[in-house]
């Protein structure tokens, strides 16, 4: 079993649409969590940042984190063309020893 | 702030030579870089951590004689691929993290990609 699972997709939505992807783990030592976002051919860059359960919202995005459950969120409220990219939930226990480790990514398209 | 640049952004070579990829913290100094591999559609592997000045700690199965590391400054460092091989071709991704920054946050470039012959 991967530590963490994220389905692939792809999915496909049309514009304004609001957008769920989800992440499960298996660590319960995991406490930070972390979604990037990386279009093609380029390096992934931090979206939001999550300190152990709960909410967190920036603009058009909402970060959710469940740890008794082990799965966390990221919804998108009013979608755009311009979110098509594939989006990676990564975690980390935290400690300076510790590594991130990254979901597979789920590829996303927003139609116009 | 916080700008990672990698060189080049793509290579091309044949099989048995050598690529060395670029990584360099443009605006901070980077106490700790990261080199991950990302084939397609999957997630990024981590194959190495670097600390400014010290030798570089692998993951397992990654094979340190193969790809080199030096992170000669805090702004620095390097991947070359030794005796490069098709499978070796890859998207390969570097990070830094940020002197005083919390220990999980990574700025990542832009990523290379090499396809070896």
């Known amino acids: 079993q991967k530590e963490v699972e994220q389905d692939p997709g792809p999915l496909s939505v049309p514009e304004g649409a609001i957008v769920s992807l989800n992440c499960t783990y298996s660590n319960s030592a995991f406490q930070y969590f972390m979604w990037y976002r990386q279009y093609s051919r380029k390096g992934p860059e931090l979206l939001m940042y999550?300190?152990?359960?709960g909410n967190k919202e920036d603009g058009r995005f909402t970060a959710q984190v469940d740890k008794s459950s082990k799965y966390i969120s990221l919804f998108i409220r009013d979608s755009q063309p311009s979110d098509s990219a594939t989006y990676l939930c990564a975690m980390s226990a935290g400690s300076s020893a510790s590594k991130i480790i990254f979901g597979s990514g789920t590829r996303l398209s927003i139609r116009p | 702030g916080a700008v990672v640049s990698q060189h080049p952004s793509r290579v091309i070579c044949k099989s048995g030579t050598s690529v060395k990829i670029e990584c360099r913290s443009l605006?901070?100094?980077?106490?700790?870089m990261f080199w991950y591999r990302q084939f397609p559609k999957q997630s990024l592997m981590l194959m190495a951590t670097?600390?400014?000045?010290?030798?570089?700690?692998?993951e397992q199965g990654v094979e340190k004689d193969k790809f080199l590391i030096n992170h000669a400054s805090l702004t620095l460092s390097t991947l070359t691929v030794t005796s490069a091989h098709p499978e070796d071709s890859s998207f390969y991704i570097c990070?830094?993290?940020?002197?005083?920054?919390?220990?999980?946050?990574?700025?990542f470039g832009p990523g290379t990609r090499l396809t070896v012959l």
């Open positions: 670097s600390n400014e000045g010290s030798k570089a700690t692998y």
């Open positions: 605006d901070f100094q980077a106490t700790t």
């Open positions: 999550t300190y152990s359960s």
């Open positions: 990070s830094a993290r940020r002197r005083g920054d919390r220990y999980n946050e990574q700025f």
